[in-house]
C-alpha cells in the first residue's frame, strides 16, 4: 500500500521547545515539499528537496530546518527561533522527473502551542 | 509570494446545481494544476493542464486554460454533497523548477 505516511497527527510543542515532525513516503520519489497551511489560506513553501542530501529553502524557512539522509524521509523541525508555529502542517512528494508535477500530500500534522 | 489568486472565496450550491471557481496568476507558466482539500485533511490532486493547453476534462471536471489573460476556470458538474471541500490552484512558473505555487483556495459548500 503506497502513500505518504505524516506523524504525529497533532502535536504540541511549549515555550524554547523544538519539535520534529515525520514524513515518509514509499513512492519512490524523488522531490519532497513541506508547506505549511494557516486557517483559512492557501498552502506556503517551507523547504523542498529534489534529490538525497540536497534541499533549498522556500518562501518561509526562517524559524524551521529539514534534512534529507534518505530518500524515503524528509523531517521538518520547527525550532524554538519560530515564534508563531501553530498550523497545519503538509508533506509532500512528487514522482522521478516530476519537478512542477504532480505532487502526493500526506494527511497532514497540526502543531499547537501550550 | 502569492502566484494565484481564486475566486470566489466561498461558494455554496444546491446538490445538482454546477459549480465554477476561477484562478488568477500572475506570470507565465509550465502548468497550472487543481487540487481538492477536504477538511482537517491533505490535498488531493485533481488535474493539470499545461501551457499549450486550452481545456482539459476529468469525469465532472472541466478546466479550462487562457494564458493571454493568465487564467483559468474550474467547473464542477452536476455536483454532490461528497464534492464539498476547499479547492485551490497551483502553478509551476516558468524558470521556477522545482516549486508549486498555491491559490488561497475556494471553499464549495453543496447543500443536498
Known amino acids: 500500500d503506497g502513500g505518504i505516511t505524516q506523524s504525529p497527527k497533532y502535536l504540541f510543542r511549549k515555550e524554547g521547545q523544538n519539535v520534529t515532525l515525520s514524513c515518509e513516503q514509499n513512492l519512490n520519489h524523488d522531490a519532497m515539499y513541506w508547506y505549511r497551511q494557516d486557517p483559512g489560506q492557501g498552502l506556503r513553501l517551507i523547504y523542498y528537496s529534489q534529490i538525497v542530501n540536497d534541499f533549498q529553502k522556500g518562501d518561509i524557512a526562517e524559524g524551521y530546518s529539514v534534512s534529507r539522509e534518505k530518500k524515503e524521509s524528509f523531517p521538518l523541525t520547527v525550532t524554538s527561533a519560530q515564534k508563531n508555529p501553530t498550523a497545519f502542517y503538509l508533506c509532500?512528494?512528487?514522482?522521478?522527473?516530476?519537478?512542477?508535477?504532480?505532487?502526493?500530500f500526506g494527511p497532514g500534522t497540526r502543531l499547537l502551542v501550550l | 509570494s502569492q502566484q494565484g489568486e481564486e475566486d470566489p472565496q466561498a461558494l455554496s450550491i444546491q446538490e445538482g446545481e454546477n459549480a465554477t471557481m476561477n484562478c488568477s496568476y500572475k506570470t507565465s507558466i509550465n502548468n497550472l494544476q487543481w487540487y481538492r482539500q477536504n477538511s482537517g485533511r491533505g490535498l488531493v490532486h485533481l488535474i493539470l493542464?499545461?501551457?499549450?493547453?486550452r481545456e482539459k476534462h476529468s469525469g465532472r471536471l472541466r478546466v479550462t486554460l487562457d494564458t493571454s489573460k493568465k487564467s483559468s476556470s474550474l467547473l464542477i458538474t452536476a455536483s454532490r454533497a461528497a464534492d464539498t471541500a476547499s479547492y485551490f490552484c497551483a502553478t509551476d512558473a516558468t524558470g521556477n523548477t522545482g516549486k508549486l505555487i498555491f491559490g488561497q483556495g475556494t471553499t464549495l459548500q453543496v447543500k443536498p
Open positions: 509532500a512528494s512528487s514522482p522521478p522527473h516530476g519537478v512542477g508535477e504532480t505532487q502526493y
Open positions: 493542464i499545461r501551457s499549450n493547453e
